[in-house]
């Protein structure tokens, strides 16, 4: 059951309790009494304070993986045990956890202890622990008690891997098609049995297309009777055998100028 497993990590809030932690707000002898840890004066704002617990391991992204194995409650000028850590603030609010009386605790990393405290408890009208349960004092007029438990041997869940970002294939890649291989001769003792065997030939996908330049793009060779014909031409030549007088265009300009005069 989950309520045996070891405390792992506990703090006192004013009101949000942390993800992956439980708070306890009502006492476990009066359903309808709050497990609330601070003390109000009469005409002053209302302030409360619980205490939460978490058996999730390990904690701080697999840094910690500490079981509590004592719990204890002293005065405020009072110095904590050895080895004992004070909760003098709220998780969500860092304000003052508690007033006059403090309330410390010993964790301690989980495979050097075969025991630890796997439930804590508030009572409200009882006077002593509940069987199996060990007092530890009280706070606020609420008696605060524990339970001690074996430490499984267990192992955290595996964190699942990341998921692979998907890369796309372009690159070609020769794939297998079957075959029919001529029927080989069995050599069994029966002559004239011929069986028949299925094997697989790796072929690339552009395997049969042959790569041949396009004829129009190979150059024709010249032969030198075509040099030797080539004939030089002069700037004056050429003037003359390319000379264009536009005579049309003009007098195709000078009609549609006359039109446009009318």
């Not at 605060?144 to 372009?170: A, D, E, I, K």
Request: hydrophobic share 35%; aromatic share 8%; with cysteine.
């Amino acid at each position: 059951m989950v309520d045996d497993l070891p405390i792992t990590g506990l703090c006192i809030v004013e009101q949000t309790c942390p993800p992956g932690y439980v708070m306890i707000d009502k006492c476990e002898d009066n359903s309808r009494a709050e497990a609330d840890l601070w003390k109000d004066q009469f005409f002053s704002k209302k302030v409360k304070r619980f205490l939460c617990i978490t058996r999730v391991f390990p904690l701080a992204q697999g840094t910690l993986n500490n079981v509590l194995v004592d719990v204890c409650l002293h005065d405020e000028k009072e110095l904590p045990p050895a080895g004992f850590s004070t909760i003098s603030t709220c998780q969500d609010t860092q304000e003052v956890a508690l007033k006059k009386r403090l309330m410390s605790v010993k964790l301690i990393p989980r495979d050097q202890t075969s025991n630890a405290i796997n439930d804590l408890q508030f009572l409200s009208k009882a006077r002593k622990a509940p069987p199996g349960y060990t007092l530890v004092g009280e706070l606020n007029g609420l008696l605060l008690c524990y339970r001690f438990g074996p430490v499984p041997n267990s192992t955290p869940p595996p964190v699942p891997p990341r998921p692979q970002p998907v890369v796309q294939q372009t690159e070609f890649k020769p794939y297998h098609i079957p075959v029919q291989a001529a029927s080989l001769q069995s050599h069994s003792d029966s002559p004239g049995v011929s069986i028949s065997k299925q094997q697989s030939v790796r072929v690339h996908p552009l395997s049969g297309v042959p790569f041949e330049v396009n004829p129009k793009l190979i150059p024709v060779p010249v032969t030198q009777d075509e040099v030797a014909s080539l004939r030089f031409r002069s700037r004056e030549n050429i003037e003359h055998e390319f000379d264009y007088p536009f005579f049309v265009e003009r007098q195709a300009q000078h009609t549609h100028h006359n039109y446009n005069g009318m």
